[in-house]
């Protein structure tokens, strides 16, 4: 791939996916595991990247299985192309929709934690920044 060429976020994602997919397999972690790191990583990629241009504050588990969907189905041949084989991606991708569907509660609290977390640091940054402009210390 041309590296003058960009990627739209979806490219990014199912490339980040495919590499963080390999590294996980090669780690020997069991799958149910792994499942769990990639639903992490998913969620982690939707609130950096999605969230701020979302139109609504509502968000769920089927929220991320959207913004998966949507990558897979959006994905240009040069992605698939540079990947080899799409099929890892779609195969783990099956397990996250199961993952997300029996374990509601978990998969749900992963969000949760996770967009607490964004959002302690956007408002620290904040304090930071406003702080900075006024010339006080933290």
């Given at each position: 791939m041309n590296k003058t060429e960009t990627l739209t976020k979806e490219e990014k994602l199912l490339l980040l996916l495919q590499m963080?997919?390999?590294?996980?397999k090669k780690s020997d972690f069991a799958q149910d595991k792994i499942i769990r790191y990639i639903w992490l990583f998913c969620v982690g990629y939707y609130i950096k990247y999605y969230?701020?241009?979302?139109?609504?504050d509502?968000?769920?588990?089927?929220?991320?299985?959207?913004?998966?969907?949507?990558a897979l189905k959006s994905s240009s041949p040069r992605i698939i192309q540079h990947?080899?084989?799409?099929?890892?991606?779609?195969?783990?991708?099956?397990?996250m929709i199961h993952y997300a569907i029996d374990n509601e509660e978990d998969a749900e609290g992963v969000y949760l934690e996770e967009r607490v977390k964004y959002e302690k640091a956007i408002l620290l940054d904040q304090v930071?920044?406003?702080r900075?402009?006024?010339?006080?210390r933290i």
């Open positions: 963080f997919i390999e590294r996980l969230l701020p241009q979302s139109k609504t509502l968000a769920d588990r089927f929220t991320i299985i959207s913004m998966l969907s949507n990947l080899g084989y799409e099929h890892e991606i779609t195969f783990f991708f099956r397990f930071i920044a406003t900075k402009k006024r010339g006080t």
